[in-house]
């Protein structure tokens, strides 16, 4: 089966710019979840999705962040405008009811210049 | 505030030792995993534990959940260069499907 896939693998790209990044969940999983992790903060939650919908958007840090899952076997993350300070590794992962194990993919590395 | 308190923060032990990480809270968490991340790659589940007291074995890897279900530690044993990673423990907390991570030990095992 295939894992939680996610895009780009890595993004460099100037402060100002869009930023999106996209997440495939595992077929079948229900809740979906946006991680950043630095090393200054380790893995944090920005935003949890269950069925779709948007649960939990506490951790998003400001207004330039939005999440959306317009569809059960999509997702994104954009960053407008991006700004240096958002460099980081940012993961998606997924789980099926009753929670399970979170299952995560290989993370987007961004790099705002 | 961080929630989750793991410590050491970095260990390098050579092959064949043993040794024990530690993750630490005042919170109360109803079920505690601990996860392996590799460089370049996204965190990887080892053990769900979620009794008081629980203690679970995976091979050369003991977990134990403390009995206030505030705290747990990992054990490893005559540990090899594979063992090599980061180590993260997560707390759930009531019927929450919020993971909050700790930041993580990051173990280097020399040959």
């Known amino acids: 089966d295939a894992g939680v896939i996610q895009s780009p693998r890595h993004e460099v790209t100037e402060m100002g710019q869009e930023v999106t990044l996209r997440c495939k969940p595992i077929s079948g999983h229900n809740s979906l979840f946006w991680y950043r992790q630095t090393m200054m903060r380790g893995l944090e939650l920005l935003i949890y999705?269950?069925?779709?919908?948007?649960?939990?958007d506490s951790g998003m840090p400001e207004d330039r962040f939005s999440a959306k899952m317009p569809n059960a076997s999509f997702s994104t993350l954009k960053i407008q405008p991006s700004e240096p300070r958002d460099s980081a590794v940012y993961f998606c992962?997924?789980?099926?009811?009753?929670?399970?194990?979170?299952?995560f993919g290989d993370g987007t590395r961004l790099s705002i210049l | 505030t961080q929630l989750l308190e793991q410590s050491p923060q970095f260990l390098s032990i050579q092959e064949g030792e043993n040794l024990t990480v530690y993750c630490n809270s005042s919170s109360v968490f109803s079920s505690l995993q601990w996860y392996r991340q590799e460089p370049g790659e996204g965190p990887v589940l080892l053990v769900t534990v979620v009794t008081g007291g629980e203690v679970k074995k995976l091979k050369r890897l003991t977990f134990q959940f403390g009995d206030a279900r505030k705290d747990s530690s990992l054990h490893i044993t005559a540990a090899q260069p594979g063992d090599t990673g980061l180590y993260l423990c997560a707390g759930a907390q009531g019927g929450s499907e919020k993971l909050v991570f700790g930041k993580g030990t990051k173990l280097t095992v020399n040959p």
């Open positions: 999705f269950n069925n779709n919908v948007p649960i939990d």
């Open positions: 992962a997924s789980s099926s009811p009753l929670n399970q194990p979170q299952h």
